[in-house]
């Protein structure tokens, strides 16, 4: 299944139609001059930041949402390798392009540089014409493994999230269930599990509109993971069901859930339905009254 069948970004499109402009750049350079010359190299396409005092550079890089770091190879008083090695250890900074500043005599420099994890370098008297399309370059490839990643994250949040209500989905709740089962009956420890659904939901539906009743399951979602406990897991089953899995929890403490999940659900009136409807109430999606039923465990 392709990308745009998943509806992620296409990264191969991407690649086509980003020039690798408007980047945003940390320049760390302690000369004043060398510093200027590259400002007015790339201030055209770029915004560029300089950062005169290596020693700050890690931070300024890792809290100021940049998409590339240009280093000046021979920084004085500081081992620009150094800096370097710390972008690349740093989570933030980690995927940061990293682009050498460097004179044609420091090429064992530069190739130690490579190996630590620098991207590119540029020899010194720096062309103009070279340095734009080497940024570029960077530019492009970092926004690709971007989109990558991101479809990649999207990709493993569709198969186990549901996309309307942000819950875990059926498929996750069925793998989740049966390690939860099997743990529960291993440890001797007990599991309940409540499903609740939404009474006359088609009714919702019918007199308000598919968008209303969207809104409707969105906000239940919402009231239900207020007032559940973070080791609960709370999945859409299908439809209007929802699945409420409590991991080493009795009978006794699961019907008092269940009775702070009907009382939030009713404390308040859904905004998309706060209109004269005939249809019967939705709140009563769990009864006070009805015992939680056992489930047998393996």
Not at 29 to 52: C, K, N, P, Q, Y
Not at 187 to 210: A, E, Q, W, Y
Request: overall charge neutral; charged content about 25%; hydrophobic content about 45%.
């Amino acid at each position: 299944m392709t990308s745009a069948n998943l509806g992620l970004k296409d990264a191969a499109d991407l690649v086509r139609s980003n020039a690798g402009d408007n980047g945003r750049i940390l320049l760390v350079e302690d000369r004043a001059s060398s510093a200027d010359r590259i400002v007015a190299a790339l201030r055209d396409l770029h915004t560029v930041v300089v950062e005169g005092v290596p020693q700050d550079a890690l931070f300024r890089a890792a809290e100021g949402d940049f998409d590339m770091v240009v280093v000046g190879l021979n920084l004085a008083n500081f081992d620009a390798l150094r800096l370097c090695s710390q972008l690349r250890s740093l989570e933030r900074t980690r995927s940061l392009p990293i682009l050498l500043l460097a004179d044609s005599e420091e090429r064992p420099r530069i190739l130690r540089g490579l190996d630590l994890g620098v991207n590119d370098y540029i020899l010194r008297p720096i062309d103009r014409n070279e340095l734009v399309a080497r940024v570029r370059t960077q530019l492009r490839r970092k926004r690709y493994a971007d989109t990558l990643r991101d479809n990649v994250q999207a990709a493993f949040e569709l198969a186990v999230v549901d996309a309307l209500t942000g819950l875990n989905n059926r498929r996750f709740m069925e793998t989740h269930l049966a390690s939860a089962l099997d743990q529960a009956a291993h440890m001797g420890r007990p599991l309940s599990l409540m499903i609740l659904d939404v009474d006359h939901f088609k009714s919702v539906n019918d007199t308000c509109g598919h968008d209303a009743g969207d809104e409707v399951l969105k906000g239940l979602a919402q009231r239900i993971r207020r007032v559940v406990r973070g080791a609960d897991l709370v999945c859409r089953l299908g439809g209007e069901e929802f699945v409420i899995v409590m991991p080493d929890t009795s009978l006794t403490v699961a019907a008092k859930i269940a009775e702070r999940v009907r009382a939030a659900v009713q404390a308040e009136q859904f905004k998309s339905m706060q209109v004269d409807a005939p249809f019967p109430s939705p709140y009563r999606s769990v009864s006070p009254s009805a015992a939680p039923t056992p489930i047998p465990m393996r």
